[in-house]
């Protein structure tokens, strides 16, 4: 599973395991210091905001253009980082304290290699645990403005396939991005990639009058009223996305919120770019 499901809660693995290393961090840096090593846990923290603000960094940097502004930017919820410059800022940032305070040139790398660790194992752990992502199931599936699709027919071509709800608070926010994305990819052609949005378990007349509402016209909408596609890609909750190769193969799944930025690395992803 790509996130953890507590009742009404779903939460990103990612942050979790931050959390797990961190603490791992601390206790070794305890440890570290009653063996006289120096005391790296104040450094601790700083150094993940660190890596986390170089992540992020480099990612808006990467897809400024689709940022609309500053606060788009600075909003985290698409959970659009680099992990590459995540880690290499922590990297110089210990060897930057270690070399600045002699006395925790032991107890620091130790402490903070032992929280590195604990999050690449886990991440390792948790991709090895997981079953592989079948890919788009055989379904027939109605759609909101003419006869049924058969979801194979949608192969030869990267595919995007958004399954949400008009109830949805994320999912009603990422809808006009979605839908001019599907716009503009479609005007491309054959050398854009198809984004489908899939109402889940909602009727034809619902989601006719929502998207009339919030005059929006996405160029596909599929409904799937028995949520057979949450149910196949066990997915916690809305929106869910899935990044489909042009082979029917999930490449990625992303739960929650997307943004432009997080959209665009997707379908980069896809075109092997």
């Excluded at 489909?244 to 980069?268: C, F, K, P």
Aim: aromatic fraction near 6%.
């Amino acid at each position: 599973m790509d996130a953890l499901r507590l009742g009404p809660l779903v939460l990103p693995w990612a942050p979790l395991l931050l959390v797990l290393g961190y603490a791992v961090a601390v206790w070794v840096a305890a440890w570290a210091q009653k063996s006289g090593r120096g005391n790296a846990e104040p450094a601790l923290l700083p150094l993940l905001a660190l890596a986390l603000l170089a992540a992020r960094a480099v990612f808006v940097l990467r897809h400024a253009s689709a940022y609309p502004g500053v606060l788009a930017m600075l909003d985290i919820r698409d959970r659009g980082f680099d992990p590459l410059a995540g880690w290499a800022a922590a990297a110089a940032g210990v060897a930057f304290w270690a070399w600045r305070r002699p006395a925790l040139r032991q107890s620091l790398p130790l402490s903070a290699a032992a929280g590195g660790a604990v999050v690449l194992a886990a991440s390792a752990l948790l991709q090895a645990t997981q079953p592989p992502r079948p890919p788009l199931p055989a379904l027939t599936l109605p759609t909101l403005a003419g006869p049924p699709l058969a979801l194979a027919s949608l192969r030869g071509q990267p595919l995007v396939v958004n399954l949400w709800a008009t109830w949805c608070p994320p999912c009603r926010r990422e809808l006009p991005m979605l839908v001019q994305a599907a716009q503009r990819e479609a005007a491309l052609g054959a050398r854009g990639a198809r984004i489908v949005l899939v109402a889940e378990g909602e009727p034809a007349q619902r989601v006719a009058d929502f998207l009339r509402a919030q005059q929006l016209a996405p160029p596909l909408v599929l409904l799937d009223p028995q949520q057979a596609l949450m149910r196949a890609y066990d997915s916690p909750g809305f929106p869910t996305t899935l990044f489909v190769r042009a082979d029917g193969q999930v490449a990625r799944l992303h739960i929650g919120e997307l943004s432009a930025a997080t959209l665009a690395a997707g379908l980069a992803e896809l075109r092997g770019r």
